[in-house]
């Protein structure tokens, strides 16, 4: 696609219930991040792909957290046993990689925790 | 481990006017780069501007433009001639030059600009 498609938009969650956000990088795009922006924290890396070798997963926060990226395109990100301080905005973005340093970023999905 | 620093939570300038955001850094690598994200309400990141390291010559985009100190750790953002769609917040970030692996992005907890008619 022309950019960075991430779905939900937006998602309601009761506490205890697993989610799972979707991530479409641009074709062609090998590189996909994964960050998480909580109000008053920031933005903080969770995971990162690269092609088919094995991801970066220094980022996420428990072993809630997972994520996988098939046939080195889309990725979903699934938290399971939601807490309210899981409620955030969950950010992708991908990246040619090699000599291009830059990313295009999705416009992320709202979670929220009740 | 590298951090990122921006000491104004919330700015704001009258249109057309002149206003600098400030970032400041700390890291022991000598090479990396340097990013200005713009996020409006849309929640998508916008990149501003970028400025390599090993780069003296400050970087510049249209009305944006950097200042970037090296020895001091400082990167500054100065808006020119603001615009009410410049409204947003803005996050400085840090990338290491990486040839191949993880190139993340350590970020600054954001400035929030407000332009006003």
């Known amino acids: 696609g022309a950019g960075v498609s991430q779905s939900p938009s937006n998602k309601v969650t009761e506490k205890g219930k697993d989610v799972e956000l979707r991530c479409d990088p641009i074709?062609?795009?090998?590189?996909l991040y994964w960050y998480r922006q909580s109000l008053g924290q920031g933005l903080e890396f969770l995971i990162y792909?690269?092609?088919?070798?094995?991801?970066?997963k220094s980022g996420l926060p428990s072993d809630r957290f997972s994520a996988e990226r098939t046939g080195g395109s889309v990725s979903t990100l699934t938290i399971q046993r939601t807490q309210q301080e899981d409620s955030a905005v969950y950010l992708c973005?991908?990246?040619?990689?090699?000599?291009?340093?830059?990313?295009?970023f999705g416009s992320g999905t709202r979670l929220t925790v009740v | 481990a590298q951090t990122v620093t921006q000491s104004q939570p919330e700015m704001s300038v009258q249109e057309a006017e002149t206003v600098t955001l400030s970032c400041t850094y700390d890291?022991?690598?000598?090479?990396?780069?340097l990013f200005w994200y713009k996020q409006p309400p849309s929640r998508q990141m916008i990149l501003v501007i970028r400025?390599?390291?090993?780069k003296q010559q400050n970087a510049t985009e249209n009305r944006f433009s950097v200042n970037f100190q090296k020895a001091a750790k400082s990167f500054s953002l100065k808006i020119s001639d603001s615009q009410l769609g410049d409204t947003a917040m803005y996050f400085c970030?840090?990338?290491?030059?990486?040839?191949?692996?993880?190139?993340?992005?350590?970020w600054g907890l954001g400035t929030s600009l407000a332009v006003n008619p």
């Open positions: 973005a991908s990246s040619l990689g090699g000599r291009d340093y830059g990313y295009t």
């Open positions: 074709s062609g795009h090998t590189a």
């Open positions: 792909f690269q092609g088919n070798s094995a991801p970066d």
């Open positions: 890291t022991s690598e000598s090479n990396y780069y």
């Open positions: 400025q390599e390291a090993y």
């Open positions: 970030a840090f990338m290491k030059h990486s040839a191949g692996n993880n190139r993340k992005l350590i």
